[in-house]
């Protein structure tokens, strides 16, 4: 099969390029914004490379100048995967609306113009609306999202954008992926990035003597490898529709406190909140209150239907995969793409002093 991926250096990319590698039968190729250097260590942004056995096209979804270059790297192809997404800076909400929903419509767009017959989106357990009681909910739950989490908003609209191309296009198959919180040991430094402020160290992760948290908080997780799987098993079955993937159980703010060594001290979360909104605010720190407003609102996933017709199982447990993620973070683990780069106090200090801070600066 010939397979474009759009955001095929992230995390969960890297893993589906990893994944579909190991097969040995399929053309791939490759979109991200920076993607990796070629095999003489170096990348052109404004051309193409091909190394690992993957064409690769550096893009930027934000903006309608990457259409051609879409439409370039879609034609021919039996399937594009689209994981492309953005989380920071997280003051820039035209940025992420942009990327977002805005790359998801520009990339349904050169589907359609080229004829791709097959698209997988990965979306999320944030596009849910708030649950309503405990019970784990199948995909039939509806995806209006959180509103006052930004992420979630712009998973919902991006539904909505498949919605209307499913319409469209009867005869095409669209498959919604929606997992929990995905999570790898080698995208340690990325999240370290997105959300631990440059001055503090990784090794900070180990000295946290209480963890003020509130004890109602219940987080889905699965692993990356996991999530690459399930795609892999969709492309080749060429399966339709929803499918929630998640880890049983899930990880509660008792595991979270464990995993870090921490005494959990209940703090509501109204409380957390506020100090969270106000360290935002004053760019203290880059996570505004939308992902803690989702942790609290999300519903547990049923993952029945990828259990049966896709044969699906996860290989690690919801809390397996957050002590993975912990570890890789104490470690600045990273992989070897720019999405997931080495992470250092010093190199983080050293983009903030010349690009501004994550949550704010612009992208290159």
């Not at 490379?49 to 370039?72: F, P, Q």
């Not at 039939?140 to 006052?148: A, F, I, R």
Request: net charge neutral; aromatic share 4%.
């Amino acid at each position: 099969m010939r397979i474009a991926i759009t955001g095929a250096s992230g995390n969960i990319g890297s893993a589906l390029v990893r994944r579909l590698q190991a097969d040995g039968t399929h053309d791939l190729v490759g979109l991200a914004r920076r993607p990796p250097e070629d095999r003489d260590g170096a990348h052109d942004s404004a051309h193409d490379s091909a190394h690992d056995g993957v064409t690769w096209h550096s893009v930027d979804l934000s903006t309608d100048a990457c259409h051609d270059t879409l439409v370039e790297a879609f034609r021919g192809a039996d399937a594009v995967v689209h994981l492309a997404w953005g989380f920071q800076p997280s003051h820039d909400l035209t940025y992420l609306a942009e990327t977002g929903i805005g790359g998801t419509r520009r990339v349904l767009r050169a589907v359609t113009e080229v004829g791709v017959p097959h698209v997988v989106h990965m979306s999320s357990v944030g596009a849910y609306a708030p649950k309503q009681d405990d019970r784990p909910v199948d995909e039939s739950w509806p995806t209006e999202g959180v509103p006052t989490s930004r992420y979630s908003r712009h998973k919902s609209a991006a539904e909505r954008l498949l919605d209307q191309h499913e319409t469209a296009h009867p005869d095409r198959v669209v498959t919604r992926i929606r997992p929990g919180i995905v999570g790898q040991r080698a995208a340690g430094s990325a999240l370290l990035r997105y959300g631990i402020p440059a001055l503090v160290p990784s090794r900070a992760l180990s000295l946290l003597p209480v963890l003020p948290m509130d004890r109602g908080l219940v987080i889905p997780m699965v692993h990356t490898d996991d999530v690459a799987e399930a795609v892999a098993t969709v492309l080749r079955q060429g399966a339709a529709g929803p499918f929630n993937l998640a880890a049983d159980p899930p990880v509660t703010a008792q595991v979270i406190a464990d995993v870090l060594g921490a005494k959990l001290v209940h703090v509501p979360s109204q409380v957390v909140r506020a100090v969270m909104s106000a360290t935002w605010h004053a760019r203290l720190q880059q996570v505004d209150t939308g992902w803690l407003d989702m942790g609290f609102a999300l519903p547990t996933m049923d993952t029945t239907r990828a259990r049966v017709e896709l044969g699906w199982a996860p290989t690690k447990d919801g809390p397996t995969v957050f002590a993975e993620v912990v570890a890789g973070m104490k470690d600045a683990a990273a992989g070897r793409t720019p999405a997931l780069r080495p992470r250092s106090v010093l190199g983080a200090v050293s983009d903030a002093v010349r690009r501004g801070p994550v949550a704010v600066r612009r992208r290159p």
